[in-house]
């Protein structure tokens, strides 16, 4: 079990750190925008919409990053004061009836959204933007298979805390 957490929780790991490097570049992107409209009084809308998929792989591939190194918001009036046996249970609990069966049905909703996208070759609506929407769009859908991958890891986790004395 711990070879399959460790091999769950490198993939949020590797994907994460990554993702750190898309928020750096929308950084870099929205700076060269801002010159150059403020500078030069010109506006680049591939690049604007650029942005929007930084954003979104920044956010979207380091959820799973984020619940790994419990960095996600949470109300933890209670939770901080609890045992190990006990937050394991609300975990696993948390994970089998909320985090999972969500993620389920957010990449089975993502997956016909991003596919018919992809079929239809869907462009961006701006006569100048970006020529694959669909793009985007699967970097919802695997937001959520990496945010599933993780929640797997955390219920596995939980049920080995669980099982020890």
């Not at 930084?54 to 956010?59: K, N, Q, R, T």
């Not at 909320?98 to 389920?104: D, E, H, T, V, Y």
């Not at 793009?135 to 049920?159: D, N, P, T």
Request: with cysteine.
């Amino acid at each position: 079990m711990q070879t399959t957490i460790n091999f769950l929780e490198a993939i949020s790991e590797r994907v994460g750190r990554l993702a750190a490097w898309s928020t750096a570049l929308m950084v870099a992107v929205i700076f060269f925008l801002v010159v150059m409209r403020y500078g030069f009084g010109s506006f680049n809308q591939q690049l604007g919409e650029l942005t929007t998929y930084f954003f979104a792989l920044s956010f979207l591939f380091s959820s799973g990053y984020a619940l790994k190194h419990d960095s996600h918001v949470r109300v933890d009036l209670f939770y901080a004061k609890w045992s190990e046996r006990r937050r394991a249970w609300v975990d696993l609990l948390g994970t089998a009836f909320f985090l999972l069966p969500w993620c389920l049905v957010a990449i089975f909703t993502c997956w016909k959204y991003a596919y018919n996208s992809f079929k239809l070759g869907e462009v961006s609506s701006q006569p100048s933007g970006l020529p694959a929407v669909w793009v985007l769009k699967f970097i919802i859908l695997f937001g959520f298979v990496l945010l599933l991958i993780q929640g797997l890891a955390l219920a596995l986790r939980s049920v080995q805390t669980l099982r020890q004395r």
